[in-house]
């Protein structure tokens, strides 16, 4: 069980915190959108979630063949390479937390009392169940940087932008198509495709809420597309952007208190 406890425990966080921060000395909310380019888009959009740093609540459901089961978690955020989350409830799994500092992830499983560094052959595996992996945390925190860009689809009310990457790129996907809602630059739908052109994993976005001056969709649906009965529903109990957060916050020390 802590092994597979440990093979899942780290990923949802690139999905609900994915984040690029754009080093101009103007915001990038202050360009006028026809300026933007593409991967300024994307930036914007993966800076939903986060802001400079971000700290709140939420509960996760999961939907498999096998089992269905919920659990509620607190976070905190700092930039695009410094997360941490932590299980409040199933009583059986409170306290398991999952730190992220830059490349590097940790799992503390407060039951053995033990702090696991996830090696890379375990990048692969899901978090607690889901239908997320620990590859997304690394990863999709830096699909502007990753991928190039071309515009499907420049509507009214939608934006389509597809992602594919850049030759030198080590990356899961074989391409990435976000669907977007204009002009507050709103994610509705980010469709994930393999390297033959096959779509195997969508994210739905939902309940849009506009929180310390900003719109954000407070639930997202990741639908494994080769199951098509489950599922993995993330819903924003609670959001509060630019908090005061030290960098050393997120250290081994606070991972395990």
Known sequence: MKKKLTSMLVSLISLLFCSNV???????????LEKKDLAEIIREVEKKYIGDSAKGSMEMKIVTRNYTRKMSMQYWSKGKDRFLVRILSPAKDRGISTLKLRKN?????????????????????????????????????????NYTFRLLKDEKSLMEIEGTPQPAAAVVW??????????????????????????????????????DGRKIPLTMEVLPLEKPNESTIIHYDSITFDVSIKDDFFSIQTLKK
């Open 105 to 145: 992830i940790w799992n503390y499983l407060p039951k053995v009392d033990r702090v696991i560094k996830i090696p890379s052959s375990m990048m692969g595996g899901s978090w607690m169940g889901s239908h997320i992996t620990n590859d997304d945390l690394v990863k999709e925190t830096r699909i502007a940087e």
């Open 174 to 211: 074989g391409k990435i198509v976000y669907t977007v809602a204009m002009p507050d630059l709103v994610p509705v739908e980010i469709a994930y495709f393999d390297d033959e052109g096959n779509k195997v994993r969508t994210i739905r976005y939902s309940e849009v809420k506009e929180i």
């Open 22 to 32: 754009f080093m101009v000395t103007v915001p990038l909310s202050a360009i006028p």
